[in-house]
């Protein structure tokens, strides 16, 4: 079996980038993806996430993708698995180019703060 592996350094706290991860709304702000339905399958409140793929293409199909939060200083290291894949493909080359992007985008959002007072003079 085949995996992609990635980590990333984010300014926030283990629990902020949790709730990114398992909130209603958290993964609408910084992965979307109307192709692929994942479920939470395993959660440690401020540690682990991982989701399993129900739906989406067949390759993802049955995957297994983990987001472990290790807290590093004043940061936290997102260590990304999805793992599960039949094979290496070039598929799968380009969907660790994605979750390198998904990632960035998680970074983004839990660094940039949400306006406090949104109300005009």
């Keep these: 079996m085949s995996e992609i592996l990635h980590a990333v350094e984010m300014r926030a706290s283990p629990a902020e980038i949790f709730r990114a991860l398992t909130s209603d709304t958290g993964p609408d702000a910084w992965w979307s993806s109307d192709a692929v339905k994942m479920r939470v399958v395993h959660h ?36 990304l698995a999805h793992r599960g894949w039949r094979g290496p493909s070039i598929f799968l080359a380009r969907c660790a180019t994605k979750w390198a992007r998904f990632l960035l985008a998680l970074k983004r959002f839990v660094e940039t703060p949400e306006p406090t007072d949104l109300h005009v003079p």
């Design 44 to 79: 440690e409140d401020g540690a682990r996430v991982s989701w399993r793929c129900t739906d989406g293409p067949p390759d993802w199909i049955g995957t297994e993708i983990a987001f472990d939060l290790a807290p590093s200083g004043h940061e936290t290291v997102v260590h």
